[in-house]
């Protein structure tokens, strides 16, 4: 969903109230050749804003512990075995629930992450133990957020709101979106959210531009010699897992398709756009061209 909302500079500001710089994105790799890399600086991270929760690199040789419960994505091909069924070949994208009093439904599996949980995370008995949102006909195309156009691929894996999706949990929320061209905005410090990108396919050219100069540009501070450092461009690829600060400014773009993730679960009314802000730098310094900070322009409507 986005909310277009005014943004009031002044104490009541939620990012305002601290001018502190928000904290840098972590890039980690889950998959691929760089496995592993990244992981031990982002749970150092996450444990700091969100106690209880962590996330695990592993295969299907080594589950998570006993009494331990988690949500595991697939970064490639797998194997699932339910109660009393057979067994059904996995691919990217494929997401499975494990409860703390469950045993592992992964028979194979090389290149799994998994979210471990808080003991006070629910988890509905309803939400099934496998979801694959590219099969599952309970999970449709729901354009909103960095996906808008009518025809996003965007679909709600865990939700918050029973109205947006079938499988609603509280204390994370996740959605498989292809991104193309996302509005610029952030997640407050005092309310928002800290976000996650599991990449899972990226064409070439994809990218996730991000600043941590929130308050600089929604205060109109932005000096002409801070231009140049004001916003930062990382190129996705396949098995990036990206911790998104709350206050940091992020945008994606480029086709990926991503898992997003949100702990500790998507809030409504706290995605503040960014867009008019960095295209008044742009006008206040004449950058045009190569040199125009970039932005977001959404698609005319008939």
Same mark, same amino acid.
């Given at each position: 969903m986005i909310l277009f909302a005014t943004v009031l500079l002044s104490a009541n500001c939620p990012l305002l109230q601290d001018a502190?710089?928000?904290?840098?994105? $972590?890039?980690?790799? $889950?998959?691929?050749?760089?496995?592993?890399?990244?992981?031990? /600086? =982002?749970? +150092? @991270? =996450?444990g700091q804003v969100a106690p209880g929760y962590s996330v695990v690199v592993h295969d299907a040789s080594s589950p998570l512990p006993p009494g331990a419960q988690g949500v595991t994505f697939?970064?490639? +091909? %797998? +194997?699932?075995?339910? +109660?009393?069924?057979?067994?059904?070949?996995?691919?990217?994208? #494929? !997401?499975?629930?494990?409860?703390? #009093?469950?045993?592992?439904?992964? @028979?194979?599996?090389? /290149? &799994? $992450?998994s979210f471990v949980l808080p003991t006070d995370v629910m988890i509905d008995p309803d939400i099934p133990t496998l979801i694959r949102p590219d099969f599952d006909p309970r &999970? *449709?195309? @729901?354009? %909103?957020?960095?996906? *808008?156009d009518p025809g996003a691929y965007r679909? =709600?894996?865990? *939700?918050?709101?029973?109205?947006? %999706?079938?499988?609603?949990?509280?204390?994370?929320?996740?959605? @498989?979106?292809?991104?193309?061209?996302s509005f610029s905005h952030y997640h407050p410090v005092e309310g928002g959210f800290d976000e996650f990108y599991l990449v899972q396919e990226?064409?070439?050219?994809?990218?996730?531009?991000?600043s941590r100069r929130t308050s600089e540009l929604l205060a109109g501070a932005v000096e002409a010699g801070d231009v140049d450092e004001l916003i930062r461009s990382i190129p996705l690829e396949a098995g990036q897992l990206? =911790?998104?600060?709350?206050?940091? *400014?992020?945008?994606? &773009?480029?086709?990926? $398709?991503?898992?997003?993730?949100?702990?500790?679960?998507? &809030?409504?009314?706290? /995605?503040?756009? !960014?867009?008019?802000?960095?295209?008044?730098v742009n006008g206040r310094f004449a950058l045009i061209g190569d040199r125009a900070l970039p932005v977001h322009d959404p698609a005319p409507k008939d």
């Open positions: 502190a710089l928000p904290p840098d994105v $972590v890039v980690a790799h $889950v998959s691929g050749s760089k496995r592993g890399e990244g992981v031990a /600086e =982002l749970n +150092e @991270r =996450l697939l970064q490639g +091909e %797998g +194997e699932f075995v339910g +109660e009393g069924s057979q067994p059904l070949s996995l691919r990217i994208g #494929d !997401m499975v629930i494990h409860r703390s #009093d469950g045993p592992s439904s992964i @028979r194979t599996g090389d /290149e &799994l $992450v &999970l *449709t195309d @729901r354009p %909103g957020g960095c996906a *808008t679909r =709600l894996l865990l *939700t918050w709101n029973p109205e947006r %999706g079938p499988y609603v949990l509280h204390g994370f929320n996740c959605h @498989r979106v292809r991104i193309d061209d990226a064409p070439a050219g994809a990218r996730l531009i991000v990206i =911790l998104i600060p709350r206050g940091v *400014t992020h945008r994606g &773009l480029g086709g990926a $398709v991503i898992q997003v993730l949100a702990i500790p679960g998507f &809030l409504p009314g706290q /995605e503040i756009p !960014m867009d008019e802000a960095i295209r008044k």
